[in-house]
């Protein structure tokens, strides 16, 4: 290896800084830390670091990396929890395995930092009003190539300000878009001789998103109506690992221990129709095959007479898998509806093809679903998200077009601990519910289980890793359709022509 040719790629000792700084600038302002309004000035120090190195792509390109690569390692540690938990890894072999998939993914920000030199090259300092779009590109991008956003920028408003009602708009990008601008203009603000006014421009924004503009966003969202149907979510806390039979039986009592003093709570509501639904969880329920838990569930069903909702491994006729399923079972004790998870896990749930011979699936290989199924609460409909299912914009907003008045989330987010993921999983559902404009019924193993309504409000959450339940109202949409649900990520792609037109202009030879 030729040291000299190498050092000349790699940027200046303090523009390394710079870039550091700003990613732990953002960390701060991710679950669980939850600084919220770091991310809103937290890139400068990477954007000056940009602008120093604009000379050279390839300097600046690193600079991102740089970022993406403490970025992603600050906020997904947690990914080292259940190989080292569950699996014996040593936890240096785990961290290794982490810090390999960080520097992969970071590249999309490197992408985003050598694409913003090349504009500030051909355009001058006015390009750093461009690096917004060019921004949401590379995440758009990101998504798109690994089916993965997690963590994106906007994601760091779930908790904090109003930056996330934009996503009612244009999704979750649209925040990240907002977000960055406000970073852009700052640095804009630093960098021209009217820097003052600029400045005031600059504060406007961040106080737009910190509280401002919240009423006219409020405008947007529709009120649901009159109850016509109850939810009792269970939070049945259950273990990893160590079930033996006779713990599985104990921990199943305990479901309907909990259903049973939930519904105890609501003998003096007026009648309406109640679902009882159960979590994902390692109880591995298998409804179709297994007779005695099918004779349990109308057993249960009937004598409280409620339906159930709960997760099951599901025969897929056509070969010899199984989907991961939700399975609704009415009083009577026949089976209503079931949903059969789209959005599998990647190397969780399955495994990419080409690599299906040579990598086992972590959990199981389970079939993909294929229908956006619709589950009915009463006069209500719900659609509902797997776990990992929560992640994608596009699912929720389908279910939406389809007449869903709710969205329900079953998560197990016990095999990664008492870790972050907890609530950047929890964001996710955040932005589901402002970008359809319907409240998300979050049912969680061990966490965390809560109410998400229409604007993205987290009520009535439970504590993580305890046993509880809740009980919820359901009602019927008026059936008006955000812009986003209407359009999807048009914004998204708004951004993507724009940063592709003006890379392409820095492509062409100045004229002399």
């Known amino acids: 290896m030729n ?59 690193v600079l991102g990396w740089l970022w993406g690569l403490v970025f992603f390692t600050g906020t997904c540690w947690w990914l080292t929890f259940a190989p080292i938990t569950y699996a014996g890894f040593p936890p240096v072999v785990a961290y290794l395995l982490l810090i390999c998939l960080t520097a992969f993914v970071g590249v999309f920000p490197g992408i985003f930092a050598a694409i913003s030199s090349a504009l500030l090259r051909r355009f001058g300092d006015v390009a750093i009003l461009a690096v917004p779009f060019a921004w949401v590109f590379v995440e758009f991008l990101r998504y798109w190539l690994t089916g993965n956003n997690w963590n994106a920028v906007g994601y760091s408003q779930a908790f904090g300000g109003t930056a996330v009602r934009v996503a009612a708009v244009g999704g979750l990008l649209a925040a990240s878009f907002l977000v960055v601008t406000c970073n852009a203009i700052f640095m804009v603000s630093l960098r021209t001789p009217r820097k003052y006014y600029v400045f005031v421009i600059a504060v406007f924004f961040f106080a737009l998103a910190a509280g401002g503009g919240g009423r006219d966003f409020d405008l947007m969202l529709t009120r649901q109506g009159p109850e016509v149907s109850r939810v009792v979510a ?111 896990l990647p190397f969780g749930e399955s495994v990419p093809a080409p690599l299906q011979a040579i990598v086992p699936a972590f959990v199981g290989s389970f079939s993909y679903g294929k229908e956006y199924d619709l589950l009915p609460l009463g006069e209500a409909k719900a659609g509902i998200m797997i776990c990992f299912e929560s992640h994608f914009g596009e699912m929720s907003r389908e279910y939406v077009r389809n007449g869903a008045d709710v969205i329900i989330e079953m998560t197990n987010d016990g095999y990664l601990g008492p870790t972050p993921v907890l609530r950047q999983h929890l964001a996710n559902a955040v932005f589901r519910a402002v970008e359809t404009n319907r409240p998300v019924l979050r049912v969680t193993n061990v966490g965390i289980t809560a109410y998400i309504n229409e604007r993205g409000e987290v009520l009535d959450a439970a504590q993580t890793y305890a046993e509880d339940y809740r009980v919820w109202s359901v009602a019927k949409s008026n059936g008006q359709q955000t812009f986003y649900v209407k359009y999807g990520d048009w914004f998204a792609w708004l951004c993507s022509i724009v940063t592709i037109v003006l890379f392409a202009l820095t492509l062409k030879p100045r004229k002399p």
């Open 3 to 61: 040291l000299p040719k190498l050092t000349r790629y790699l940027p200046g000792w303090k523009n390394a800084a710079l870039a550091v700084l700003s990613a732990v600038l953002l960390i701060l302002a991710f679950p669980d830390f939850d600084f919220w309004f770091l991310a809103w000035f937290g890139l400068i120090p990477l954007l000056f670091g940009i602008v120093r190195e604009k000379e050279s792509s390839a300097k600046s390109f």
């Open 234 to 344: 269970i939070q049945p806390n259950v273990p990893m690992s160590g079930l033996t039979l006779e713990k599985w039986n104990g921990l199943r009592a305990k479901h309907v221990e909990l259903a049973e003093s939930a519904l105890a709570t609501i003998n003096d509501r007026p009648s309406t129709n109640t679902t009882v639904i159960f979590p994902e969880s390692p109880m591995n329920f298998m409804y179709e095959e297994d007779q005695e838990f099918r004779e349990f569930v109308h057993r249960f069903a009937a004598k409280n007479d409620v339906n159930v909702l709960f997760n099951s491994a599901e025969p897929d006729t056509s070969n010899d898998k199984y989907f991961n399923s939700a399975v609704l079972v009415g009083k009577d004790g026949k089976e209503i509806a079931q949903y059969d998870k789209i959005y599998l």
